[in-house]
């Protein structure tokens, strides 16, 4: 039997679970599918960037497709609608996909598989996307966990104790060449991002599943794995993976990461092994660190799974009725422009906005500053800063960038506690010592003496003028107060605290 697979989040040919099992159910007479879903691609938060991105992966996921014979068939529209007529025209008796988990995928894929099924065709799901699914990690009492380090901690005692296989990666399944009349079908080619009403703007990284495998065998060979723990806060430091956007649509599995950072350890998963981060193992305190960081990626998706209204809302209900912004919303315009911009006065924060505006992506400690710094220091909704950054992230997930955000503004699941606020002057002190972060991305600091780089309004003004800086002209005075405002913000959640205890 003919058996469609559908590609969405997973493009990639290794370690792919549902076209491994088409391959396998159908002896290799898979049609491989891709559907351009124009409810995404003009979505408010739709990314350019993204978009861009995701188009480079399912050229090179098309190339390789082309090297067994196959092809990627590109269709446009309704997915439901789309398959059904692709099954219809090639006789294919089945649609196989992995599964998704966000709000709006569940809501596409349950009418997908409806439909689908009404047309008789058979259709199977995978998982595929984590390695553990939102029902296979549950408290003793049966309800998803909220806390992060005892997800943690069931999630790698699941493993040790029997899901050894769930992280165990595929090879690239054997798939027959399609029948030549499938070859040379009259549908859509993968048109380029201004074909589609889209402009970019940003300096991107190559996307792709084999640009994927160098970066993850690069992070391990070169050493940033094994100094991921020590390095990894410090933006200025290539101390990162930088895999999240191949992470994001699929071009690597989570699989892949877990597996590499294990042969860190020993070669294999040791059956008892604890990842314990006080490990006096350099080696093994970097492997625990970024283990954790994935862990992280499926325990937010598990959230957003459990708890939808987290996907709009506030995760913890109470906080509905926290006061956002000013009382002047022109000030507050103003402030949320100057913080697209990078424009705050703050250069910690200024920079990790510049970064991300110029290439679509942000340190992960720069994003949990300029987070703080827009809902404690700014005192604006979360959800503005959300909306932002998937806007502009080429990583953006819906499931991360959500708990992200929500963590840092204090209103999420096992969120920063709302009386512990960044210091923004502080952060860049401890995470920039040097300052090679802030002149990267302002150039107007270049010159500023180290003394006064994190906080130059308080130069002299012949400073000011030997640095070629001048505070309000050249670059800005900081916007707020941040002692003021942290006192702001403290009360604001103090008063929700008060109501509620």
């Not at 065998?217 to 930088?242: N, V």
């Not at 503004?409 to 009386?419: E, I, S, V």
Request: aromatic share 10%; charged share 25%.
């Amino acid at each position: 039997m003919t058996i469609i697979h559908w590609f969405r989040r997973d493009l990639r040919l290794q370690d792919n679970t549902a076209l491994s099992a088409a391959a396998r159910d159908s002896g290799g007479a898979v049609i491989p599918t891709f559907i351009l879903d124009d409810r995404l691609l003009r979505g408010a938060d739709v990314a350019p960037g993204r978009v861009q991105f995701m188009l480079e992966c399912l050229r090179e996921l098309d190339a390789g497709l082309r090297q067994q014979g196959s092809r990627l068939i590109v269709l446009r529209g309704d997915p439901a609608m789309a398959l059904t007529r692709l099954a219809q025209d090639t006789g294919a008796g089945a649609v196989y996909f992995n599964r998704d988990y966000t709000p709006a995928a569940l809501r596409r894929d349950t009418h997908v598989a409806q439909a689908l099924r009404q047309a008789g065709l058979r259709v199977q799901t995978f998982k595929d996307a984590v390695i553990f699914e939102q029902s296979e990690l549950l408290t003793g009492g049966g309800t998803p966990y909220t806390v992060f380090t005892p997800y943690k901690r069931a999630w790698l005692t699941r493993l040790s104790a029997g899901g050894r296989a769930d992280a165990q990666p595929l090879d690239a399944p054997a798939l027959a060449p399609l029948p030549a009349a499938w070859m040379t079908l009259s549908l859509p080619e993968l048109p380029d991002v201004a074909a589609l009403g889209l402009r970019v703007t940003q300096q991107l990284p190559r996307g792709g599943e084999s640009e994927a495998l160098r970066r993850l065998a690069e992070f391990k060979a070169g050493g940033a794995l094994r100094a991921y723990a020590e390095q990894r806060d410090f933006p200025a430091i290539e101390g990162t993976s930088r895999l999240s956007p191949y992470l994001r649509f699929g071009a690597i599995s989570p699989r892949q990461c877990f597996a590499v950072a294990v042969s860190t350890l020993s070669g294999d998963f040791p059956a008892k092994h604890s990842f314990s981060p006080a490990a006096s193992d350099k080696r093994k305190e970097g492997a625990d660190a970024w283990i954790s960081e994935l862990i992280w990626r499926e325990f937010y998706a598990q959230i957003l799974f459990h708890f939808p209204h987290a996907d709009t809302g506030n995760y913890r209900r109470e906080y509905d009725r926290l006061e956002w912004g000013s009382s002047d919303s022109a000030l507050d315009d103003e402030r949320f422009a100057a913080w697209r911009a990078g424009r705050t006065g703050y250069p910690i924060v200024d920079a990790a906005m510049r970064q991300l505006n110029q290439t679509g992506w942000m340190h992960n400690r720069a994003r949990m500053i300029v987070a703080s710094f827009l809902t404690k220091d700014l005192l604006l909704d979360w959800r503005l800063g959300e909306s932002y950054f998937m806007q502009h992230l080429v990583d953006g997930d819906p499931a991360s960038n959500n708990g992200g955000w929500q963590w840092a503004a204090g209103t999420g699941t096992d969120a920063q506690p709302y009386f512990r606020i960044f210091n923004p002057r502080l952060q860049s002190e401890r995470f920039d010592p040097d300052g090679a972060f802030i002149r990267r991305w302002l150039p107007e600091l270049a010159d500023v003496p180290l003394e006064y780089l994190h906080a130059p309004h308080t130069m002299p003004p012949h400073i000011q003028a030997q640095a070629g800086c001048r505070i309000g002209l050249d670059y800005p005075a900081p916007i707020v107060d941040h002692a003021t405002q942290k006192e702001e913000s403290i009360r604001r959640f103090s008063r929700i605290a008060r109501q509620d205890g």
